[in-house]
């Protein structure tokens, strides 16, 4: 109570507005182009401009019976997926292999697994496009996949291990002492207590691949993603379908994203509250 108590009186009441205030326009900055594509996605006029026409779902009836937008969608439904699930698997055994076990140059070891996110796009594309190339790979879906796992898979190790550091270290010897094995203890009580990170790490992967484009645009040739679709639609006009198809991307990101913060914060407050009930 008395910790409480001098935090609310050392807090002053004009730098908490001002925070929220700062915060709410970093949040109107990132999102109102997002929110001015979703607008003009119903909007009847073929240019954003204001003021608006009339109602109309025109543009997503036109993205609906274009087939390239089709095949662009079952492409990176298909790569996400498959690229969510690969880079999940290969998460969860990074993350484990860096809790449990001490080995020279484990720091190397961690350095490396997380660094394809720290590395610019253009220069993992093209690095990718020709290593692929060199092995034959390069321009399939095969290739797409490859590339998006490398870059996803570092995700999905950091999402994992942050769950498993909140394990208690008593519990996998525990489990040895009454008998069980490695791979018993694994499936009955690593697994089940990393679930929800392990499905909040599908979901982040399958959104990070589904909206990645500059590795696929080098890598993917003509088994082209939805996001480089929409590149192909601005190089020949500017379309509205554009608005209606980063719409529909938009929201199932946003899906996925949301799916994974209430697995991972949900469960997280259980394990408090648990945790206060012991106290």
């Avoid at 529909?248 to 914060?265: E, P």
Wanted: contains cysteine.
């Amino acid at each position: 109570m008395s910790g409480s108590g001098a935090e609310s009186i050392n807090r002053n009441r004009g730098v908490d507005w001002a925070l929220r205030g700062y915060i709410l326009l970093a949040y109107l900055f990132v999102f109102a182009p997002i929110a001015a594509s979703f607008v003009f996605s119903f909007n009847s006029d073929r240019f954003p401009s204001i003021p608006l026409g009339s109602f109309s779902l025109e543009w997503y009836e036109a993205v609906a019976s274009d087939p390239l937008v089709w095949q662009g969608l079952q492409n990176t439904l298909v790569v996400g997926v498959i690229v969510g699930l690969i880079s999940t698997l290969l998460g969860f055994g990074a993350a484990y292999t860096d809790y449990r076990y001490k080995f020279m140059g484990k720091q190397v070891y961690l350095a490396l697994a997380l660094l394809p996110p720290t590395i610019p796009v253009i220069i993992l594309g093209l690095a990718m496009l020709a290593y692929l190339s060199r092995i034959n790979l390069s321009g399939n879906a095969l290739s797409v996949i490859i590339a998006h796992v490398v870059v996803c898979a570092p995700f999905a190790m950091a999402i994992i291990r942050l769950r498993l550091s909140q394990m208690d270290p008593a519990l996998e010897p525990a489990a040895w002492n009454l008998g069980a094995s490695e791979w018993k203890t694994m499936r009955h009580v690593i697994v089940p207590f990393t679930k929800p990170a392990i499905f909040g790490a599908l979901f982040i992967t399958m959104a990070v691949s589904f909206d990645e484009f500059a590795v696929a645009w080098f890598v993917s040739g003509l088994n082209e993603t939805l996001p480089v679709k929409v590149l192909g639609f601005l190089q020949g006009q500017v379309s509205p379908r554009i608005n209606a198809i980063g719409t529909f991307v938009f929201v199932l990101s946003m899906t996925l994203v949301i799916l994974a913060q209430l697995l991972l914060s949900g469960k997280g407050a259980n394990d408090r509250a648990l945790a206060d009930d012991k106290e």
